[in-house]
């Protein structure tokens, strides 16, 4: 296709969307695709690694229980394809790009994946298309990676295209709140965007809200995420707190939580992984730097949580100091790697760098974790899961993460013991939820 053209519209009528063409099969890629197949609409899941779409036509992604049956119906049905060729999009009523927004290892935004995403979305636009960016970005992502270069082609946004941000809300592994009970804002660059941006993502979402713009909706994410990592940095510095008085912080926040107003609670832990938290608050620290904004609370927030994984090597260096013991040469388990429990996912899991921190300081470390069998640290190295816990002297055992159904009454056995979690209890299975 040209770089410019005259624009012939040939769209559908609104809410007659016949495809879907979802760009990005990951954590929320595919969650998106499952759920629009089911809401009646012919999908094709496009994703660059092939070894991707092996895992999902294998069935070997993480998933929960509900969209593993959605997952079980849609694959082999004609109207559920899975492909790495990105022209696809050109065929689709809709594209949709759902690809991942990290941080490097100075906590910068890495926007090579969403910008690769949106240049192809852009060059293999046609008329009557309705684009939808889920991606959390920075504000003006949506203006600045496909508004912009779309007008260049000779589109008229809101006339013969239309593009809308409506950043996504799943969380992995939570059965509580689905994709289908979360309710979705939606920030379209004409009230037409918006209108049928809606009527997709209606399918997905029984709620939604729409918001004036993609940039307000772009920075309701942000902050949506800055305020959960800032009462998380909270939540471990009250952990701190309690420990110097011989208080129990579960308690503490369990007793707080019971004032219907005002509250919210958040627990403390060995630190913050995962595709959201970690990284979302930096893409707003990074954009304020050029309106010369400072944000000090947000800013200590952030220090505060990358920190916290060397707080609990220290705090593990202490226990084994109590006993007469030092990290050179002693036996020490992680209990759980993944970044949460119920999931697979090691994404920027603090037991990550706690490991690798361990390592340095001369300790022989080993992990357990029922669901995350094998992994590769940052280093590249892999790293295989204990097979027998229990059956091991352990100088110290941290618990990191436990994964809900699993017996750990074991634990009980172990001379030393550290809860980074504050609410493990070994007796009951799969410990707390």
Not at 177 to 206: F, K, Y
Not at 292 to 318: F, Y
Not at 329 to 337: A, E, F, K, P, T
Request: proline fraction near 7%.
């Amino acid at each position: 296709m040209p770089e410019s053209l005259t624009i012939e519209k040939t769209s559908p009528s609104p809410g007659e969307h016949t495809s879907v063409a979802v760009v990005g099969m990951g954590y929320v890629g595919l969650p998106t695709a499952l759920g629009l197949h089911a809401g009646g609409v012919h999908v094709v899941g496009i994703d660059r690694d092939a070894g991707r779409l092996r895992a999902i036509e294998t069935q070997t992604v993480d998933l929960i229980e509900s969209d593993h049956r959605q997952l079980e119906n849609s694959l082999g049905h004609e109207g559920f394809e899975l492909t790495t060729d990105a022209d696809r999009m050109a065929d689709a009523d809709v594209v949709i790009v759902c690809v991942p927004t990290p941080v490097d290892r100075h906590l910068l935004p890495d926007l090579g994946p969403l910008q690769g995403a949106c240049d192809e979305v852009v060059r293999y636009a046609r008329p009557g298309q309705t684009l939808i960016l889920t991606s959390t970005s920075f504000v003006g992502t949506t203006t600045r990676m496909l508004v912009e270069p779309l007008i260049d082609r000779g589109f008229t946004i809101g006339t013969d295209i239309y593009v809308a941000s409506s950043p996504e809300r799943i969380d992995p592994g939570n059965v509580t709140h689905t994709q289908r009970d979360t309710p979705r804002v939606i920030g379209g660059v004409t009230p037409e965007c918006a209108a049928r941006a809606t009527r997709v993502i209606e399918l997905l979402a029984s709620v939604t809200h729409q918001v004036g713009s993609p940039e307000v909706a772009e920075m309701t994410k942000l902050y949506e995420n800055t305020f959960r990592a800032v009462n998380i940095a909270l939540a471990n510095e009250f952990a701190d707190i309690c420990a110097g008085f011989s208080l129990d912080p579960i308690e503490v926040i369990e007793a707080a939580r019971t004032k219907p107003y005002g509250f919210m609670a958040f627990h403390p832990g060995p630190g913050v992984g995962g595709h959201c938290i970690p990284c979302d608050p930096h893409y707003l620290l990074w954009q304020l730097r050029a309106t010369r904004t400072t944000a000090p609370l947000v800013n200590q927030a952030m220090n505060a949580i990358a920190e916290r994984p060397k707080g609990v090597v220290d705090r593990m260096q202490g226990v084994l100091s109590d006993a007469g013991k030092g990290f050179g040469g002693s036996n020490i388990l992680i209990v759980g790697v993944s970044y949460k429990p119920g999931v697979l996912d090691v994404r920027s899991s603090s037991a990550l760098e706690i490991i690798d921190q361990l390592a340095l300081r001369g300790a022989k470390v080993e992990y357990y974790d029922p669901l995350v069998t094998r992994m590769t640290l940052p280093s590249g190295a892999g790293m295989d899961s204990t097979m027998e816990p229990a059956a091991q002297d352990w100088d110290l055992v941290l618990i990191h993460t436990v994964q809900p159904g699993h017996d750990y009454s074991w634990i009980a056995d172990c001379p030393l013991v550290l809860d980074a979690t504050y609410r493990f209890d070994p007796t009951t299975v799969g410990g707390p939820v």
